[in-house]
């Protein structure tokens, strides 16, 4: 049965854990997989906090190798060894991964009942790299110090369904029509009369996207990729007047973040990723609202219907 699209942000720090929050790592429910994107350290305990199975999560998206966002990764695995796992985990991130975490696995003796199925990146150009009928996943390059992806998740568009409550008020539309109704077509019954399709059939809803985009320098090429999505995660490291640095460290301003989401089109922008010199993360908020006002901070722990 299809649920519907929802996202839960575990962390969303940059670069050390705090007190108060962990580094960056999301929990996207959708076409019927639940998918974990990053996975920075403290992501086994905020799953644990949310009440998620780990024994749910399917595929793994990890946007780079630097440690806020697999540094989890590692812990993540040796615990589905002890937890019995038998099933495959489908893992995706930059070239390099697999020889990151086997030689992790090797020299700590952790051994392991289940596939990891890795699949390595290194594509300067977008690609779909998991397609099914429920769901396409696309990544969006970015320009960070190494090698980074974000990656764009859109469900496929739901089939037309019967207006069954009309249909079974009419007796003279034959059930041999139905599937002429679900094509689309219009119904013209033996008496000569025309009932328009959108009277007896119903539009399939529509389909639900969402864009990560993880750590990049203000990069304006990215907005094709992201277009018209419901949610758009950007990190916005910095504030727009220490934009200098922003580029120098290879990160984006929350002014920056605000201008994609602006011409992107997007429906809701969600900043993260702030550095800790800022106490307040609110000042983020009041700079991307002055571009963009469907702007919010993110609520770790917090479901949120896509």
Same mark, same amino acid.
């Given at each position: 049965?299809?649920?519907?699209?929802?996202?839960?942000? +575990? %962390?969303?720090?940059?670069? $050390?854990?705090?007190?108060?929050?962990?580094?960056?790592? /999301?929990? *996207? #429910?959708?076409?019927? =997989?639940?998918?974990?994107?990053?996975?920075?350290?403290?992501?086994?305990?905020?799953?644990?906090?949310?009440?998620?199975?780990?024994?749910?999560?399917?595929?793994?998206?990890?946007?780079?190798?630097?440690?806020?966002?697999?540094?989890?990764?590692?812990?993540?695995?040796?615990?589905?060894?002890? +937890? %019995?796992?038998?099933?495959? $985990?489908?893992?995706?991130?930059?070239?390099?991964?697999? /020889?990151? *975490? #086997?030689?992790?696995? =090797?020299?700590?003796?952790?051994?392991?009942?289940?596939?990891?199925?890795?699949?390595?990146?290194?594509?300067?150009?977008?690609?779909?790299?998991?397609?099914?009928?429920?769901?396409?996943?696309?990544?969006?390059?970015?320009?960070?110090?190494?090698?980074?992806?974000?990656?764009?998740?859109?469900?496929?568009?739901?089939?037309?369904?019967?207006?069954?409550?009309?249909?079974?008020?009419?007796?003279?539309?034959?059930?041999?029509?139905?599937?002429?109704?679900?094509?689309?077509?219009?119904?013209?019954?033996?008496?000569?009369?025309?009932?328009?399709?959108?009277?007896?059939?119903?539009?399939?809803?529509?389909?639900?996207?969402?864009?990560?985009?993880?750590?990049?320098?203000?990069?304006?090429?990215?907005?094709?990729?992201?277009?018209?999505?419901?949610?758009?995660?950007?990190?916005?490291?910095?504030?727009?007047?220490?934009?200098?640095?922003?580029?120098?460290?290879?990160?984006?301003?929350?002014?920056?973040?605000?201008?994609?989401?602006?011409?992107?089109?997007?429906?809701?922008?969600?900043?993260?990723?702030?550095?800790?010199?800022?106490?307040?993360?609110?000042?983020?908020?009041?700079?991307?609202?002055?571009?963009?006002?469907?702007?919010?901070?993110?609520?770790?722990?917090?479901?949120?219907?896509?």
């Amino acid at each position: 049965m299809r649920t519907k699209p929802q996202l839960t942000i +575990l %962390g969303y720090n940059s670069a $050390i854990p705090t007190i108060n929050g962990i580094p960056s790592a /999301q929990i *996207l #429910e959708m076409g019927g =997989k639940m998918m974990l994107i990053d996975c920075g350290e403290g992501t086994q305990v905020q799953l644990r906090k949310v009440g998620i199975k780990f024994s749910k999560i399917s595929h793994i998206f990890i946007s780079h190798l630097h440690g806020d966002h697999c540094f989890g990764l590692p812990g993540l695995i040796a615990s589905y060894r002890l +937890l %019995g796992r038998v099933t495959p $985990i489908e893992i995706y991130g930059p070239k390099g991964i697999e /020889q990151m *975490l #086997e030689t992790i696995f =090797k020299l700590t003796g952790t051994t392991r009942e289940f596939t990891i199925n890795y699949h390595e990146l290194q594509s300067s150009k977008s690609e779909i790299i998991y397609d099914d009928v429920l769901l396409k996943v696309e990544t969006v390059p970015l320009d960070h110090r190494i090698y980074c992806n974000g990656y764009r998740f859109t469900e496929k568009k739901l089939p037309r369904s019967l207006n069954l409550e009309y249909l079974q008020s009419r007796a003279d539309i034959p059930k041999e029509l139905y599937h002429d109704i679900l094509e689309g077509k219009d119904i013209v019954l033996l008496s000569g009369g025309l009932i328009p399709n959108h009277v007896a059939g119903m539009e399939g809803k529509k389909p639900k996207s969402y864009a990560y985009c993880s750590d990049t320098r203000f990069l304006p090429s990215i907005v094709p990729l992201v277009k018209g999505v419901d949610i758009l995660y950007h990190e916005s490291t910095f504030l727009h007047d220490l934009r200098e640095m922003a580029d120098y460290t290879g990160h984006s301003s929350a002014r920056e973040a605000a201008i994609i989401a602006k011409d992107a089109e997007v429906g809701k922008l969600i900043l993260g990723h702030f550095s800790n010199r800022y106490p307040d993360k609110s000042v983020f908020l009041d700079e991307a609202r002055e571009i963009f006002p469907e702007t919010y901070l993110p609520e770790a722990l917090v479901p949120l219907e896509i």
